[in-house]
């Protein structure tokens, strides 16, 4: 436990002098309360624009807060999910490259404890990056448009960052298997492509897909209670997180093994 609490300070820290805890956070702030604006100043945002035949009036349906927040988490789904990705390709590489790998593992330290400080401290940074630019999301929509319960708000959050820890899991275990930084990133992006595909392609048979962890924190939204495939789809979700953070422990174990 010594050993791994260690880690996790020296991740912190690391994270803190890359500025991640800056530039993360901000990044998403931005893409969350631009859907609240966005929608709020579309008018304007037409009009300004020009090109409109003279006396044109512009008549925009005035979204629900609900809805704003939907949208908002379309776009953690596929922006955020692309700079999840690129803010953690080099968790593992970047050590590797260096050399900084080999003097740690030096150490009395197992593969488990390695991986477990480097995905408790990645999924700490997204996590709290992602709540605070959705909190900050909520207070714009709460203002510019309908009232949004808080209630609703957390618990819709809370099924979101589900995906989150799957989305850790899963750049973690191909981290362990390239040394490319970019290979990781198009790898991990390529691989959740295909499962939302697979989603979209084969809704009967992928009710269980991690991807569907947008559509049940929607309902919450909008119909205010526990969707039905909920608990199906959260658990199967924290199933996959275990397995392919075990599956992350025993290729480092091997590859470190075998010195590569």
Wanted: aromatic residues 12%; neutral net charge; glycine residues 6%.
């Amino acid at each position: 436990m010594r050993n791994f609490i260690i880690l996790f300070k020296k991740e912190m820290k690391e994270s803190a002098r890359s500025g991640k805890w800056v530039w993360l956070p901000i990044v998403l702030m931005v893409i969350g309360i631009s859907q609240p604006l966005t929608n709020y100043y579309m008018p304007q945002i037409l009009e300004m624009a020009g090109n409109l035949p003279e006396g044109a009036v512009i008549e925009i349906p005035m979204p629900s807060g609900e809805e704003v927040l939907i949208g908002t988490l379309s776009q953690y789904g596929t922006i955020g999910t692309l700079l999840f990705v690129l803010s953690m390709m080099n968790v593992i590489s970047h050590e590797r490259q260096t050399g900084s790998l080999a003097f740690v593992m030096v150490r009395p330290v197992s593969a488990f404890q390695y991986i477990a400080s480097k995905y408790v401290a990645q999924l700490c940074i997204l996590l709290v990056s992602l709540a605070a630019s959705y909190i900050l999301t909520w207070y714009y929509t709460n203002i510019l448009f309908d009232h949004v319960a808080w209630t609703l708000m957390l618990a819709s959050l809370a099924v979101y960052s589900l995906w989150i820890v799957f989305l850790v899991a899963v750049t973690l275990f191909v981290g362990t298997l390239l040394r490319s930084s970019g290979g990781i990133a198009g790898v991990s992006v390529v691989f959740l492509s295909v499962i939302s595909l697979l989603t979209t392609l084969l809704p009967k048979y992928m009710d269980w897909s991690p991807v569907n962890l947008r559509a049940e924190a929607s309902n919450i939204l909008l119909e205010g209670e526990w969707g039905s495939s909920a608990t199906l789809v959260s658990l199967s979700t924290l199933a996959l997180s275990v397995l392919f953070f075990g599956l992350a422990v025993y290729m480092f174990k091997k590859f470190e093994r075998f010195g590569e």
